[in-house]
């Protein structure tokens, strides 16, 4: 079982880049016509669905095997382009617009995509005349649809002179979003199933959308959607709005069609090649590529964890215990380094790409945030995924409900501004076999100057820790911390590192799991 998705690559908009524009002069053609008669839409009525839809057999609405959309290859596919001018909503004075994506390639399973206007909603009919095919193979006379790919979103992000992307779902239960200013990233999902454990992991897929017309001032956008897949059914609402940071205010019910022990609630899912803790394994010329660096954990109790991610080796899973199995104040990716020296990628921008936050709202129940780490030599490789694991997961004939918020931004809305974790770097110490690790902290102007102020705490799971000594880095202000390991035989070893001063908690707790 392998998670692997090359999203930058397979998505026909230029991920790696901000978005397409449509300037709010620009000439627009006729809008997509609706195929169906209205129908009254609530999202109770969505929940009620769901739940009728779980007692169901699941029957996806996958394209034929025949059928020509299913053979365009990667090229084929990215020819075929949505006419900007075409936008829904282009025409009217709203805050927001969509542009829809193209059936076929790898988007087998088309969508649909429905308007709600004052409580009554319309289906999108699927038109070719929205599309500019570019010399693609396909027979726009001849070809059967069944419906889009996805949408993407369209507002003033970034300047009140034109609409630029800012969100999009496409794909499985996937979308992403950014910030202002900030190039594509890392992914959410609706929910993940089965991704770690025995037997092939399970995609749910969002196979209908209803999409709320925003009223002229709106700074917001609702959207709901129809989870589905051979385990489970779902009826989310999110409420998005754009800024400096973006939030998705995500309320989601759950219908299992049997039970699934091993589910992830508000799954992200990022990529991480390398930094400095494992640069010397690639010839490349730049400093470090990842969409993040590191797992951030807030838990009930206040305690702020950090954990630098990794490429190992081999996949590696790792649980975080919550005190208590309590719902933590938030967990999310982050990407914290945000300078363009720290990357050196004129073209990926990984200095723009958001961290994502997610804040429970309510009480999840038992349960703790998991993260699995696998092997990868690419870029395009979406190797890191991170979830909250429900105790007991999902059983038949159960109702489950979660509601959280998606911060999508510069670093996390409770980062510590002292002790923050800036960097993580490891190698061997000079003139021994012992493993050192130097951890800077911001904020080190801040400590007292007397000798023994500071406390390092440092524990490890297997062999041990030899030496541990800190100081104040007056060039950049920060406080570092080294710590020195014998592994001895060991192959595996989990550090824990935790600073007091005066005697009381200060800055993150710093976890990582050393590999041979």
Known sequence: MVFRRAWPGYWPLAALVLVACLPFSQPLIAQPAFESDPLPFSHRWLQGYARELSTQPFSPDTMADDNTLRALNYDDYRRIV?????????????????????????????????????????RLAFDTDLFNYHDSPVDVNALTAGGYAGFRVHHPINTTERYEEFLVFLGASYF???GKNQFYGLSARGLAVNTVGEGDEEFPHFSDFWIERPATGDGEIIIHALLDSPSVTGAYRFAVTPGDQTIIDVDASLYPRRDRPRVGIAPLTSMFMFNSTNRARFDDFRNAVHDSDGL??????????WRPLANPAHWQVSSFETPNSATPAGFGLMQRRQAFEQFNDNEARYDKRPSLWVEPLGDWGEGHVELLEIPTDGEYHDNIVAYWQPAGGLKTGQTYRYQYRLHWGTGSPFAPEQGRVMNTASGTALGSDDRVFVID????????????????????SAGEITDVSGTLVEATGHYQAYIKLNPSEADLA??????????????ETWLYRWTR
């Open 82 to 122: 949505f006419d900007p001018n075409a936008a829904v909503w282009g025409n009217e004075p709203r805050p927001f617009q969509l542009q829809l994506f193209h059936p076929g390639f790898l988007h087998t399973t088309p969508v649909g995509i429905h308007l709600v206007k004052n409580g009554v909603a319309r």
């Open 441 to 460: 902290y911001s904020g080190g102007q801040s400590l007292p100057n007397n000798p023994g102020a500071v406390r390092i705490n440092a524990i490890t």
């Open 176 to 178: 992403r979003a950014v």
């Open 494 to 507: 989990e550090l824990r590192v935790a600073l007091e001063v005066d005697g009381q908690p200060w800055g």
């Open 296 to 305: 951030q954990i807030r838990q009930a109790n206040g305690e702020q964890i």
